[in-house]
């Protein structure tokens, strides 16, 4: 559980964006394993090494929106292969204007269905 320290009295709104980029940054080792999830779309030796990289959060009716990308590598050292790339995500998420906690909206990864992607492996 994630729980942003807010302020007595302070509403949830737009103004937090930028308090909420620092805060996830500070804290993306707690929930960045499941923003990543399987990369066995991209392969199945796909692997992400350095984390998430938070771009943004915006504020949208009610909701916020986390905007991160992550780089993935894929290895066969038996082809002496190495490919990599960086994916772009979003997710949406809420702060619990009383007790502070962030969560999440994660989707049901058997819903998940790629992007059109090729890759040359």
């Known amino acids: 559980m994630l729980i942003y320290p807010l302020q007595s009295n302070e509403e949830v709104g737009e103004h937090l964006c930028q308090k909420l980029v620092k805060f996830l940054n500070s804290n993306k080792s ?20 350095t984390g998430i990289k938070i771009e943004d959060v915006q504020y949208h009716y009610g909701t916020f929106m986390l905007y991160y990308s992550f780089e993935w590598t894929i290895y066969n050292g038996c082809a002496d292969m190495e490919e990599s790339g960086e994916e772009e995500e ?26 059109n992607r090729e890759f040359d492996l």
């Open 30 to 49: 707690e929930f960045q394993a499941n923003l990543i999830g399987d990369l066995s779309y991209i392969d199945n030796r796909a692997a992400c090494h």
């Open 90 to 115: 979003s997710l949406e998420f809420t702060v619990d204007e009383e007790s502070g906690e962030i969560e999440f909206s994660f989707s049901d990864p058997s819903e998940f269905i790629p992007r």
